[in-house]
């Protein structure tokens, strides 16, 4: 399965947390606030997706982001520690 313009593949998600790991001096607290963040602007998407998917569509796609980037963080926090 390929990934659309706005994914954002495995690899990238691993170089990102890489990134985040090494370059700020308190990666926690800006993990803290960017992951919201990222979500929230995932978000925008489904929305525009009203019309098509209705409410219940949209509210699928929204607790599906919420549940990946969950996986995610706990995930990556076991194999790649942020200190």
């Known amino acids: 399965m390929s990934a659309g313009p706005c994914d954002i ?3 990238e998600a691993a170089v990102g947390w890489a990134i985040l790991r090494k370059v700020p001096k308190d990666p926690q607290a800006l993990v803290r606030w960017l992951v ?3 979500v929230l602007v995932s978000f925008v998407p489904d929305f525009l997706l009203y019309g098509d998917g209705g409410a219940t ?3 699928a796609l929204l607790l599906m982001h919420v ?3 969950t996986a995610a963080v706990v995930t990556y926090r076991k ?3 942020l200190s």
């Open 9 to 11: 593949t495995d690899d």
């Open 36 to 38: 919201p963040v990222l």
């Open 57 to 59: 569509g949209v509210g």
């Open 67 to 69: 549940t990946v980037a």
């Open 79 to 81: 194999v790649m520690p």
